[in-house]
């Protein structure tokens, strides 16, 4: 097992899983303590790396397109600390990520994993209940209904129709687009077709200003209402209940790989790819070493 436990969270991999642990306190973005704790499957991953600097460097996984619920509700534009598939590491800490990169990557080549897009989704989206946003005011989604309160910065058209309530069973599609610049952003959810409104006048809509970090965790309801749209292949999970943490996403059951028969041939077939020029001298080594203590 690898494990690197910072200030900004803690990565533990298993062999067949990442766990994503974030940080908690003040510098922790509001958006990856309000997703909390999740599990990225072996199979869900296209990649890791490990990025240097003078004050230590970042850990990145990159998964593959279509995995990730929250990713694909943001469409890209989680940056910086607001991604959740990142980790900034403390300078003396460089050679545990290097470490933590070679035994994801030897997994990632005995599995033989491939790099390309999912058609449904590997991960859960978020645990349900969830609430956020800003601007404007707040979406919350318990699994259902969405609903959607105004505050005071809410216009005259918003307030004077008070709160809104829906099932999911009516959305068509849920669009976040954080603020950007002098412009606003938005949590919009699509019901039926037709034009649908400026944020600022739709009562389907949260306009969002940004103002705060917090603002961001409006595409965490999003992302929620995103893997229970009719036809989205995937898993979803369910409500927590009362006192009770909501159940990690599910990793696939562990293979019969681990025969000895079938970890020799690996290594065959590890060593044809070396030969061919397919795997470096670096890559075959680390896949190897990672059959090895399997035998």
Partial sequence: ?????????????????????????????????????????????????????????????????????????????????SDPYQLAVEKDRNGVAEYFVDEVRGALLVEQVPTGAVDGFLLPGPAVPVAGGGGDGTASFDGETVRLTWNWKAGEAKV????????????????????????????????????????????????????????????????????RLPGTPGPAPAPAPAGIAAPAAATPPAPADDDHDVLLRRLHELGELHRSGVLTDDEFTAAKQAVLKRL
């Fill in 160 to 227: 004077s129709g008070g709160p809104v309530a829906f099932p999911v069973s009516e959305v068509t599609d849920v669009r976040w687009l954080p603020s950007i610049g002098l412009e606003n952003g938005h949590l919009t959810f699509v019901r039926g077709g037709g034009p649908v409104p400026a944020p600022e006048h739709d009562p389907y809509s949260l306009d969002l200003w940004g103002l705060s970090k917090k603002e961001y965790t409006a595409v965490l309801v999003a992302a929620a209402v995103l893997v």
């Fill in 1 to 81: 097992m690898a494990e690197i436990i910072q200030r900004d969270g803690t990565w533990t991999f298993d062999g067949e899983a990442v766990r994503i642990v974030p940080g908690r306190g003040k510098g922790i973005h509001p958006l990856r303590q309000e997703l909390g704790e999740c599990v990225v499957p072996l199979r869900a991953l296209a990649g890791i790396s490990f990025e240097p600097d003078r004050k230590g460097g970042r850990l990145r996984l990159r998964l593959r397109d279509g995995a990730c619920p929250v990713l694909r509700a943001a469409g890209g534009r989680l940056k910086g600390a």
